[in-house]
């Protein structure tokens, strides 16, 4: 839940790695999947792998992808918020909580559960029959986010909802008894809140599905498209980073103008890489203190 100068926001992190692809497709880093969260030795296997998504970041890119996995015109399309938490799967039946971690094995985070409303539905289904398995985000609501008490250990606030859930969710953490009343997360099903329609509803009517998802009382930070029809997109199966039935729309980073206090030259092994230092700014609750630029044809592009 403590950020330096030497993290990057996700706008960064995302241009990097389009960066990356670009040049080396097959790279490890996008080949593998990621693993995301501190490791403690404590860990749950998850009976089905919950791979991240491919990302895009336009409407266009979009419809090219519906596209792409249509049969015909009248393709149907499941549409629901992405939410910006933890991601997690809920064990019932076995009274576990894990985090999504590298997709394959995640952090036992079940000594979190008294900070967690589970607002899950039973017997429908849409989540199965037996409800022994849920799968979705660990997330704050805006407006819980707005009266919490809970503060760092340094007395300050958390400056956004997903530092908050980064925070009390570490696994590190063992405070739970001593927090529990001062923060209340929700555990939100991934596809609890849904629309579908085709490629052309969502051409015609894409700005105000964002409004209805971004009117949400969840911390949301993009749309998630998945083809209606499992019984067609499950096949198309999927690489080890990416179900190729669903994609994620991410919404634009926040963005800010800084001072430049100075420049330098970063040596690697295959490129000399400038970085720009700035005078810390917060973005999206993380204090930048430099910055990657990118150098092509004696020009210099801002990542983040």
């Not at 849920?134 to 805006?142: D, F, P, R, T």
């Amino acid at each position: 839940d403590e950020t330096n100068g030497d993290r990057i926001n996700d706008g960064e992190y995302d241009s990097l790695i389009e960066e990356l692809r670009t040049y080396d497709p097959e790279h490890i880093l996008l080949t593998e999947p990621e693993f995301v969260g501190h490791s403690n030795g404590d860990t749950i296997d998850h009976d089905t792998p919950m791979l991240s998504l491919e990302k895009v970041y336009s409407l266009e890119d979009l419809l090219k992808w519906c596209d792409k996995v249509s049969r015909d015109s009248n393709e149907r399309f499941v549409i629901s918020p992405k939410y910006d938490g933890m991601a997690g799967c809920h064990y019932k039946e076995r009274g576990l909580l894990a985090t999504r971690g590298d997709g394959y094995k995640g952090e036992n985070v079940t000594d979190k559960i008294p900070l967690i409303n589970f607002e899950q539905k039973e017997k429908t289904k849409t989540f199965g029959k037996s409800q022994q398995k849920v799968y979705g985000e660990v997330v704050i609501k805006k407006s819980d986010f707005e009266k919490c008490i809970l503060t760092r250990k340094d007395g300050s606030k958390f400056k956004t909802p997903r530092n908050l859930v980064a925070g009390v969710m570490n696994p590190n953490r063992k405070d739970t008894e001593e927090i529990k009343g001062k923060v209340l997360l929700t555990f939100v099903q991934h596809n609890s809140q849904t629309r579908v329609c085709t490629k052309d509803v969502i051409a015609n009517t894409w700005d105000n599905i964002v409004d209805v998802i971004e009117s949400i009382d969840y911390p949301i930070d993009g749309i998630v498209i998945k083809l209606q029809d499992t019984t067609y997109g499950k096949p198309l199966g999927s690489t080890s980073h990416h179900p190729r039935h669903s994609i994620a729309f991410k919404f634009p980073d926040e963005s800010k103008w800084a001072k430049v206090i100075n420049i330098d030259w970063q040596v690697g092994k295959r490129k000399i890489t400038p970085v720009c230092y700035i005078e810390p700014t917060i973005l999206d609750g993380v204090t930048i203190k430099k910055i990657t630029l990118q150098y092509k044809n004696h020009q210099v592009k801002i990542l983040c």
